[in-house]
T-cell receptor, first 114, second 114 residues
Framework: KAGVTQTPRYLIKTRGQQVTLSCSPISGHRSVSWYQQTPGQGLQFLFEYFSETQRNKGNFPGRFSGRQFSNSRSEMNVSTLELGDSALYLC?????????????FGPGTRLLVL | AQSVTQLGSHVSVSEGALVLLRCNYSSSVPPYLFWYVQYPNQGLQLLLKYTSAATLVKGINGFEAEFKKSETSFHLTKPSAHMSDAAEYFCAVTADTGRRALTFGSGTRLQVQP
């Protein structure tokens, strides 16, 4: 099976813009989670979706949003970008209802905000 | 709330020496604990996980970890380091009773000297 894929892999934006990142889970996986990784804050949970429903959300401002489609693919959106949003955004998929127990991570999208 | 603390942001060992990476957790519910490895410019790869079965958990690449409830620890060990083990290692705990999100430690960068 193909692994978790994330597009694009690299992205450069300027402050104030918005960005959409995409994640395709492993075939058959219905749970998708997103994490932000920065040198200062480390790895932080953003949100988790299962069957198109957001079940869990981390402590991030409302500028961060996401959704999941019927084919389990997921997107996350960041509006009004700030310099501090520069990070590696990781997506993970899981074959189980309890997503965190068995997560497979994608390679990430590296976002640079100038 | 659950949390993990990784002692030592950088660990350096000689090739062939014992690897010991420390992780202590705090959890108000029985935790599930994980060790992930991240190579440069890549996502996270699961090394091993504790899910309340055997307290000594064996993972990939010769790594193992022991869950010690009395010490609230889940240290990662490998008897003999290899150059290819150089990477960043993250300890994580499920952050909610639904096991839908992970809380990560700050990471330990392992350097292996020839």
């Amino acid at each position: 099976k193909a692994g978790v894929t994330q597009t694009p892999r690299y992205l450069i934006k300027t402050r104030g813009q918005q960005v959409t990142l995409s994640c395709s889970p492993i075939s058959g996986h219905r749970s998708v989670s997103w994490y932000q990784q920065t040198p200062g804050q480390g790895l932080q949970f953003l949100f988790e979706y299962f069957s198109e429903t957001q079940r869990n959300k981390g402590n991030f401002p409302g500028r961060f949003s996401g959704r999941q489609f019927s084919n389990s693919r997921s997107e996350m959106n960041v509006s009004t970008l700030e310099l501090g949003d520069s990070a590696l955004y990781l997506c993970a998929s899981s074959p189980t209802d309890r997503g965190a127990e068995t997560q497979y991570f994608g390679p990430g999208t590296r976002l640079l905000v100038l | 709330a659950q949390s993990v603390t990784q002692l030592g942001s950088h660990v350096s060992v000689s090739e062939g020496a014992l690897v010991l990476l420390r992780c202590n957790y705090s959890s108000s519910v029985p935790p599930y604990l994980f060790w992930y490895v991240q190579y440069p410019n890549q996502g996270l790869q699961l090394l091993l996980k504790y899910t309340s079965a055997a307290t000594l958990v064996k993972g990939i690449n010769g790594f193992e970890a022991e869950f010690k409830k009395s010490e609230t620890s889940f240290h990662l060990t490998k008897p003999s380091a290899h150059m290819s083990d150089a990477a960043e290692y993250f300890c994580a705990v499920t952050a909610d009773t639904g096991r839908r999100a992970l809380t990560f430690g700050s990471g330990t960068r392992l350097q292996v000297q020839p």
